[in-house]
């Protein structure tokens, strides 16, 4: 059967070409914003929203001046946030309560909440078993996603999008998000790559970041500088505005009236596209591919020569970009980088890892230059979080095929807080408008 098909589809993927292919140059004369993007790279304003604020540029005596990124969470810029809770605590559970209802809570009530998501960190009997283990994946998104529906299927209310049973909904699924994505990991560990498996329980007393590290290790231990590189990590990915391609999918769909489930399987299909969750990995292809062909970590002539044949498209993948160098926003900087890279500075350390450390600094100093030199780019180019957060990553052990989940992990809080204010402010679906170029092919006349 699937001979038959493949040969089918090799005849016809042609005609499926010729016959969808649209001529670039109609979208410059109706007006098109490809990608809900102008050709200065702004995006098309779609909606309002109270959670989060990213700037990049400000108007001085008229004009539109680059300047350097800011980030936001409900009123608070993520550095001070991150900056208040000095170098012991572990903030993550109360930077969501902060995304998600909107204000900053006292002691107390961020004790509660973490109370109540580590009470929320478990799921159904036998689920495990049942559904994770039941059919492993090398593709940890599409295991959550697959757990994430199946969730549903246990909730007596999973239709009601009520805002107070949406709330409760979301809270269990961020509680759970670290579950679906470790032991999805751990299944397919075992079964596709024949290693030893470990199923933890969980411990309702431990934040996200170390209920992560406690999952992933055999014998459980951490440290608590990994702890903390780590839950620095999950509180600068958790929200990143409206307009990103995962939360904006949040909105959409929760705009239809489906429910939690639906809303957050979407999000994830969303968010594991290379284009938008996956650029860590792609940093982490392309060090390796660096580390190979750079003999001396120290020489910046020979580093910058490499960047040049990757930038002209003769090394690496040959797509002539610079993983982690760029994002569609911010330009002078990405202030998520900047804040992180502290953090990863003592995680290098720790690990003995300080000659890797260097080349990426020499690449973060070198690189802009270089496509500076060879691009007409219209804002500056710098590094954005990815840079570094693959790196923190591998030195963390955490598989490359959990690096998008850890994303995800991060990244449903504001989702959650996102699907939160769709309901409380729309009842207006969705719909952009899409021109038709359609040939007729018969008279209707």
């Not at 199923?199 to 014998?219: C, K, N, V, Y």
Request: charged share 30%; aromatic share 8%; glycine share 6%.
């Amino acid at each position: 059967m699937m001979k038959l098909l493949n040969e089918y589809i090799n005849k016809k993927e042609e005609i499926c070409r010729k016959n969808d292919m649209i001529a670039p140059r109609l979208f410059d004369e109706y007006g098109v914003n490809r990608g809900l993007r102008d050709e200065n790279g702004n995006g098309v304003l779609t909606g309002l929203t109270n959670i989060s604020k990213i700037v990049s540029s400000k108007i001085e005596n008229g004009k539109k001046i680059s300047c350097d990124g800011e980030l936001w969470y409900r009123g608070y810029r993520v550095e001070t946030l991150i900056g208040d809770l000095g170098t012991e605590e572990l903030g993550f559970e109360k930077i969501a309560y902060l995304l998600l209802m909107g204000e900053m809570p006292t002691k107390e009530e961020a004790k509660e909440f973490k109370k109540l998501v580590g009470k929320c960190r478990t799921l159904p009997t036998n689920f495990t078993r049942d559904v994770i283990m039941k059919a492993p994946s090398e593709d940890i998104m599409n295991s959550m996603t697959r757990s994430i529906l199946t969730l549903a299927s246990y909730d007596k209310n999973a239709k009601d999008t009520s805002i107070a049973n949406s709330l409760r909904q979301c809270m269990q699924l961020i509680a759970e998000f670290p579950l679906l994505a470790v032991y999805g990991y751990n299944a397919y560990n075992h079964y596709e790559k024949n290693e030893s498996m470990f199923i933890h329980p969980s411990d309702s007393r431990l934040s996200t970041a170390e209920i992560l590290l406690m999952l992933m290790r055999p014998d459980k231990k951490y440290t608590r500088v990994e702890a903390k590189v780590l839950d620095t990590a999950l509180i600068l990915h958790m929200e990143h505005g409206g307009g990103n391609n995962s939360t904006f999918t949040t909105r959409v769909v929760t705009s239809s009236g489906s429910d939690t489930y639906s809303t957050m399987a979407a999000a994830m299909s969303s968010l594991k596209g290379p284009k938008h969750g996956g650029a860590n990995i792609k940093v982490m292809e392309m060090m390796e591919d660096i580390r190979n062909h750079v003999k001396d970590f120290l020489d910046q002539d020979e580093i910058a020569a490499y960047l040049r044949k990757i930038i002209d498209k003769e090394a690496f993948d040959k797509k002539g970009l610079i993983y982690g160098m760029g994002h569609a926003i911010y330009s002078l900087s990405d202030p998520r980088e900047r804040v992180f890279k502290s953090y990863v500075d003592k995680l290098a350390a720790e690990k003995g890892r300080e000659k890797d450390l260097l080349l990426y600094e020499s690449i973060e100093k070198l690189a802009p230059k270089l496509i500076a030199e060879k691009r007409h780019i219209y804002k500056g180019v710098s590094p954005n979080v990815d840079f570094y957060s693959g790196f923190v990553y591998e030195m963390l052990g955490i598989p490359q095929e959990l690096y998008t989940a850890m994303f995800a992990v991060a990244r449903i809080v504001g989702w959650s807080a996102h699907r939160m204010e769709e309901l409380v402010c729309t009842d207006k679906i969705i719909r952009p408008s899409y021109m038709s170029v359609m040939e007729k092919k018969e008279d209707n006349e």
